[in-house]
C-alpha cells in the first residue's frame, strides 16, 4: 500500500481524497493549517492517518512542515491539494507553498498538483510579483504557476511521475452551492494518479481532468516560462529546486 502526504486536507476535495486513500488501505498523512483546524480530521486520524499541522501562508511554517515529514519517512506520492481562492495568501497557499514543498520534501515517484480550468486565463507575467501576497495576481494566475510547476518538475526529474488536475467546479466551500461538477469526479483523479497501475496513470506532465488528459495553456509546457518561474521563487524563498 502507498504512502501519500495529501496537503489542505481538514476538508474539501483534500480530505474526500485522503478518505477514500485510507479506506482503501493506504497510509495517509493529513494536513491542517493550524491545531484547531487538525481536528476536523479527527476521525481519519483515529483510523490510522498521521497528522501534520503548518500554515501555507508562512513560509517559515512551511519549511517546518517539510521537515516534518521528511522525519515521518519515505513518501510514494504527495497530493498538493491545498488552496484558496482569494486573499492575501492567494499567492503564498497556491504556488509558493507547492514550490518549496515540492523542494524540500523527499522526493517522492507520484506528485500531483490541484490546476483549474480557470489557469487558461491565467497571466505569464513574472516580473515585480511579490510572492507574499500580491493583490494584482488572481487566482486564474496561480493556477497557471503551479500547473507550469507540475510540467516543470516533469521534465526536470525524469524519475518523478509529475501531473497537474483540474478537479472542476465542484460544490465544496471553496466551489461553492451552485457548483455544477460531480463532488466524487472532483477527488477521483488524484487518488488515481497516486495509487493507479494502470498505464495511463503511469505517465507524467499530464494536465488532467477527469481521468482523461488535456491540453493545457501553451505557458505550461514552454521551458522558457517553467525556468523563469522557477527562478521566481528560488529568489523569493532561498530554495532551490534541483
Same mark, same amino acid.
Given at each position: 500500500?502507498?504512502?501519500?502526504?495529501? %496537503?489542505?486536507?481538514?476538508?474539501?476535495?483534500?480530505?474526500?481524497?485522503?478518505?477514500?486513500?485510507? /479506506?482503501?488501505?493506504?497510509? +495517509?498523512?493529513?494536513?491542517?493549517?493550524?491545531?484547531?483546524?487538525?481536528?476536523?480530521?479527527?476521525?481519519?486520524?483515529?483510523?490510522?492517518?498521521?497528522?501534520?499541522?503548518?500554515?501555507?501562508?508562512?513560509?517559515?511554517?512551511?519549511?517546518?512542515?517539510?521537515?516534518?515529514?521528511? &522525519?515521518?519517512?519515505?513518501?510514494?506520492?504527495? +497530493?498538493?491539494?491545498?488552496?484558496?481562492?482569494?486573499?492575501?495568501?492567494? *499567492?503564498?497557499?497556491?504556488?509558493?507553498?507547492?514550490?518549496?514543498?515540492?523542494?524540500?520534501?523527499?522526493?517522492? $515517484?507520484?506528485?500531483?498538483?490541484?490546476?483549474?480550468?480557470?489557469?487558461?486565463?491565467?497571466?505569464? /507575467?513574472?516580473?515585480?510579483?511579490?510572492?507574499?501576497?500580491? $493583490?494584482?495576481?488572481?487566482?486564474?494566475? %496561480?493556477?497557471?504557476?503551479?500547473?507550469?510547476?507540475?510540467?516543470?518538475?516533469?521534465?526536470?526529474? $525524469?524519475?518523478?511521475?509529475?501531473?497537474?488536475?483540474?478537479?472542476?467546479?465542484?460544490?465544496?466551500?471553496?466551489?461553492?452551492?451552485?457548483?455544477?461538477?460531480?463532488?466524487?469526479?472532483?477527488?477521483?483523479?488524484? &487518488?488515481?494518479?497516486?495509487?493507479?497501475?494502470?498505464?495511463?496513470?503511469?505517465?507524467?506532465?499530464?494536465?488532467?481532468?477527469?481521468?482523461? /488528459?488535456?491540453?493545457?495553456?501553451?505557458?505550461?509546457?514552454?521551458?522558457?516560462?517553467?525556468?523563469?518561474?522557477?527562478?521566481?521563487?528560488?529568489?523569493?524563498?532561498? *530554495?532551490?529546486?534541483?
Amino acid at each position: 500500500m502507498a504512502r501519500i502526504f495529501v %496537503t489542505g486536507s481538514s476538508d474539501g476535495l483534500g480530505k474526500m481524497a485522503a478518505d477514500v486513500l485510507l /479506506r482503501d488501505g493506504h497510509r +495517509i498523512i493529513v494536513h491542517a493549517r493550524s491545531g484547531k483546524r487538525l481536528k476536523a480530521v479527527r476521525d481519519l486520524i483515529d483510523r490510522g492517518a498521521v497528522g501534520v499541522v503548518g500554515d501555507l501562508a508562512v513560509l517559515a511554517q512551511v519549511r517546518d512542515l517539510a521537515t516534518e515529514v521528511n &522525519e515521518l519517512g519515505g513518501l510514494d506520492a504527495v +497530493i498538493h491539494n491545498a488552496g484558496v481562492s482569494k486573499g492575501p495568501a492567494l *499567492v503564498p497557499v497556491n504556488i509558493v507553498a507547492p514550490y518549496v514543498l515540492t523542494a524540500l520534501i523527499r522526493r517522492a $515517484p507520484r506528485l500531483i498538483y490541484l490546476s483549474s480550468s480557470m489557469h487558461t486565463g491565467g497571466r505569464t /507575467r513574472l516580473r515585480g510579483i511579490d510572492w507574499d501576497g500580491d $493583490p494584482t495576481v488572481t487566482y486564474s494566475d %496561480t493556477k497557471l504557476f503551479v500547473t507550469a510547476l507540475s510540467a516543470a518538475v516533469a521534465r526536470l526529474w $525524469p524519475d518523478v511521475m509529475s501531473n497537474a488536475v483540474d478537479p472542476g467546479w465542484v460544490p465544496t466551500k471553496m466551489g461553492g452551492p451552485h457548483a455544477s461538477d460531480d463532488l466524487d469526479l472532483g477527488h477521483l483523479t488524484q &487518488e488515481w494518479l497516486a495509487t493507479s497501475d494502470d498505464s495511463q496513470a503511469l505517465t507524467s506532465g499530464g494536465y488532467w481532468r477527469h481521468q482523461t /488528459r488535456r491540453r493545457p495553456h501553451p505557458a505550461v509546457t514552454d521551458a522558457q516560462f517553467q525556468n523563469e518561474l522557477l527562478d521566481a521563487l528560488a529568489h523569493h524563498t532561498g *530554495v532551490v529546486l534541483k
